[in-house]
T-cell receptor, first 112, second 110 residues
Framework: SQQGEEDPQALSIQEGENATMNCSYKTSINNLQWYRQNSGRGLVHLILIRSNEREKHSGRLRVTLDTSKKSSSLLITASRAADTASYFC????????????FGTGTQLKVEL | NAGVTQTPKFRVLKTGQSMTLLCAQDMNHEYMYWYRQDPGMGLRLIHYSVGEGTTAKGEVPDGYNVSRLKKQNFLLGLESAAPSQTSVYFCASSWGEKLFFGSGTQLSVL
């Protein structure tokens, strides 16, 4: 079964609105990462948050991590049409070496 | 700077045929990975390598073999393709904690 589950599976918003997507995971992690995938392309790393961090920012991205609830959220502020993509969380498990386990993804559509 | 390059980009096989997917990276990364992506399943790790000459099984290794004879290359082989192996295959490499991905190979097994 998947380590990470994203919610919602799909999200449609208007340009300028904020987009929030959530990730839940099952076991203890070392860090959690978010990746973006444009249609027909490979994944691109967005941001990493470590297990001892609660919040991290990068440009219009804000990531939170709640290890007690085993969940993370990705907030994209002031969304643009170019943000249309699938977003995946990925976890590096404690003692899991250098492997990443990916969630099922959220498809974000930002409409003009 | 090409990053991670996958060949071929598209391939159609008949059941029982064999093929090899090639992944090449020019970033001198130690770690390399093969994932498959299926609708609704996210990415699942097939095999990975922590350095030249090493390979290890991931989450879904059955039906696949890999080799890492050179640091920059990671090959994924299908000895006898099955329709269940129809998928998009992604190679990735890393040195630190974040992965760099290729653009994928779309494989259909009829």
């Amino acid at each position: 079964s998947q380590q990470g589950e994203e919610d919602p599976q799909a999200l449609s918003i208007q340009e300028g609105e904020n987009a929030t997507m959530n990730c839940s995971y099952k076991t203890s992690i070392n860090n959690l990462q978010w990746y973006r995938q444009n249609s027909g392309r490979g994944l691109v790393h967005l941001i990493l948050i470590r297990s001892n961090e609660r919040e991290k920012h990068s440009g219009r991205l804000r990531v939170t991590l709640d290890t007690s609830k085993k969940s993370s959220s990705l907030l994209i502020t002031a969304s643009r049409a170019a943000d249309t993509a699938s977003y995946f969380c990925a976890t590096r498990l404690t003692g899991g070496g250098n492997k990443l386990t990916f969630g099922t993804g959220t498809q974000l559509k930002v409409e003009l | 700077n090409a990053g991670v390059t996958q060949t071929p980009k598209f391939r159609v096989l008949k059941t029982g045929q064999s093929m090899t997917l090639l992944c090449a990276q020019d970033m001198n990364h130690e770690y390399m990975y093969w994932y498959r992506q299926d609708p609704g399943m996210g990415l699942r790790l097939i095999h990975y390598s922590v350095g030249e000459g090493t390979t290890a099984k991931g989450e879904v290794p059955d039906g696949y073999n890999v080799s890492r004879l050179k640091k920059q290359n990671f090959l994924l082989g299908l000895e006898s393709a099955a329709p269940s192996q129809t998928s998009v295959y992604f190679c990735a490499s890393s040195w630190g904690e974040k992965l760099f991905f290729g653009s994928g190979t779309q494989l259909s097994v009829l």
